[in-house]
């Protein structure tokens, strides 16, 4: 099969494509005939390492959490029907070599979903932006574990960078849920984007006042907030977190170290929850496989410029341009074309 591999870390001129034997899938895995794999900033995150172009944890690594395709053969222990089974895949390269930028991947049957009649393209654009989004929404004290029609209906959620693909998906599942979503951009376009995602208002931070305009529509404060640049923001989500509210924080973009008032936090008894989709309590993930997978079943979610979420597709051969494009902050979905199927 031809693979996207690395031997060491670095920029993506690391990431070559060779030819590699199709691996066997072991007790409890399966192997799946890859068509489209979706990539992350987390990918290039891995791929580029601490700068000192040490070699990955294990050697080498095919890069890529998320993916979608056929399952081609199952390993022991693995029900049988899931062969020819059209799938998406979760978290392939976490802690594991085998990503899914190839033609074929193993993974443990767990992290294979099945995808339905909805397309490769959306199944590779699932894992970690709508897992990690699924969380953000569900980790408050007064929000439901669960999402569903009608799960946050009277709720009012905060999507700070509503035209990323977490941001997106945010925007997804809370209006699929029945939230009022208020979201932030930076520019014309990106609000188009997030319109087209779903959301009730956007807001421009860079020529609004974005308080003002919240307290506007909400005064007394959202009900969470999801939020990609908790330090930049800190000051507005403090003044718009309503009471027992939660800012689920999943990235630092734009600053590393958070600074919170303490007494102004604790009258209204907010919480800020830190976030990695990795490391999610096991019963909160299959919560958001299960809700995450109904939701793209039911064609409630979607991908392309008509959800906010444009499409680059690249050809494997070139998916070290793929991860370049994420690493210069692409607007929308990368997708890496593995196979024809
Ligand atoms: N913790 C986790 O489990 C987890 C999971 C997924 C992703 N992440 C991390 O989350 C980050 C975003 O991932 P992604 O895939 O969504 O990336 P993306 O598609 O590049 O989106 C990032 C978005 O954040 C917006 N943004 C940046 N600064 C902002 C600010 N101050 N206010 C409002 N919006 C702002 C950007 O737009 P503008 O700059 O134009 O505003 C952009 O739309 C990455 O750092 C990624 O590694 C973490």
């Not at 569900?138 to 941001?167: H, I, K, N, S, Y």
């Not at 000051?235 to 924080?249: K, T």
């Not at 990695?276 to 079943?297: I, S």
């Amino acid at each position: 099969m031809k693979a996207a591999v690395y031997h060491r870390t670095g920029d993506p001129s690391v990431l070559e494509v060779v030819d590699r034997p199709v691996p066997e899938p072991g007790p409890g895995e399966v192997l799946v005939r890859v068509a489209v794999s979706g990539v992350n900033p987390t990918d290039w995150k891995a791929r580029q390492g601490d700068g000192s172009g040490a070699p990955p944890r294990q050697g080498w690594q095919i890069p890529n959490q998320d993916g979608a395709g056929i399952v081609e053969t199952v390993g022991t222990g693995v029900d049988a029907k899931l062969v020819g089974e059209r799938v998406w895949i979760w978290e392939a390269a976490w802690q594991r070599q085998w990503g899914t930028a190839a033609e074929y991947t193993v993974v443990p049957a767990r992290q294979v979903v099945r995808l339905g009649a909805a397309s490769f393209d959306l199944g590779a654009s699932l894992g970690i932006p709508f897992l990690t989004a699924h969380r953000c929404l569900t980790v408050g004290e007064t929000m439901p574990d669960r999402l569903d029609v009608g799960a946050l209906t009277g709720r009012t959620v905060l999507v700070q960078g509503g035209a990323g693909a977490v941001g997106n998906a945010a925007i997804q599942l809370a209006r699929w849920a029945d939230a009022t979503v208020i979201t932030t951009v930076s520019s014309a376009e990106k609000a188009q984007l997030a319109v087209a995602a779903g959301a009730s208002y956007v807001i421009n931070y860079r020529d609004e006042d974005v308080v003002a305009e919240i307290r506007k529509i909400v005064p007394d404060g959202v009900d969470a907030i999801v939020e990609v640049a908790a330090a930049r923001n800190a000051e507005i989500d403090c003044q718009v977190i309503g009471a027992n509210g939660a800012v689920a924080v999943y990235a630092d973009d734009g600053g590393a170290q958070l600074t919170l008032p303490v007494r102004p936090l604790m009258v209204p008894n907010v919480r800020w929850q830190f976030v990695l989709v990795y490391t999610l309590p096991p019963v909160a993930k299959a919560h958001a496989v299960t809700d995450v997978a109904a939701g793209a079943a039911a064609g409630v979610l979607r991908v392309g410029i008509d959800a906010g979420l444009p499409l680059h597709h690249y050809p494997l051969a070139e998916a070290a341009d793929a991860h370049a494009a994420v690493q210069n902050s692409a607007v929308g979905k990368v997708l890496v074309v593995t196979s024809e199927q």
